[in-house]
């Protein structure tokens, strides 16, 4: 890989991977794909990794196959406060992480982004027991990993992006302020 975007990409790929705080408790697989050109070809690299996840395995991989037109794709798992079976429980919960190098056609603009998976883990949901807690413990522990990403390596712009296409920040603004109201009650 010679084209130097690409190898900034891969470098903030890698920083990521080695500050991520991959699940002990998951279970369950990680998975790497490499995927070429643009959304919906056929992955040129896939790799099922056992727990616990080791990120150098991936590395050695995501190097030899990364080029200026590829996308470099991580299914992994982080741990978060979820409820289940009638109590909170610190769980793993699925994450992805993907690097998109210059030349690969992506429907957004950025070179790495972050999914955290569904909303709820993150917005106060008052049905349940202890809700307003919860909820930001699970935001407290986004924050942190977000300012241990900085740490490892700056970014220019972040988004606060949701499944929903809301605009997450003020959506998890609301929730909260409404929160403390039916807390407070």
Known sequence: MHNPMAQQVVRGLEKLLRAFPFSKLTKGATTLR??????????????????????????????????????????????????????????????????????????????????????????????????????RSNIKSLLHLVHELDAAFPAAVRTLWSESGANFAARLQESLMAGDSAAAE
């Open 34 to 135: 490499i995927l070429a050109v643009r959304i919906g070809e056929p992955a040129l690299y896939e790799e099922s990794y056992e727990a616990p996840f080791d990120p150098e395995l991936a590395l050695s991989a995501i190097r030899e196959f990364a080029a200026a037109d590829v996308a470099l794709e991580l299914e992994a798992w982080w741990e978060m406060w979820q409820f289940e079976k009638g109590e909170w429980k610190l769980l793993p919960a699925r994450v992805t992480m993907s690097a998109f190098c210059p030349e690969y056609e992506s429907d957004r603009e950025d070179d790495i982004r972050v999914e955290f998976g569904i909303d709820t883990h993150f917005l106060p949901q008052p049905k349940l027991p202890n809700f307003l807690f919860m909820a």
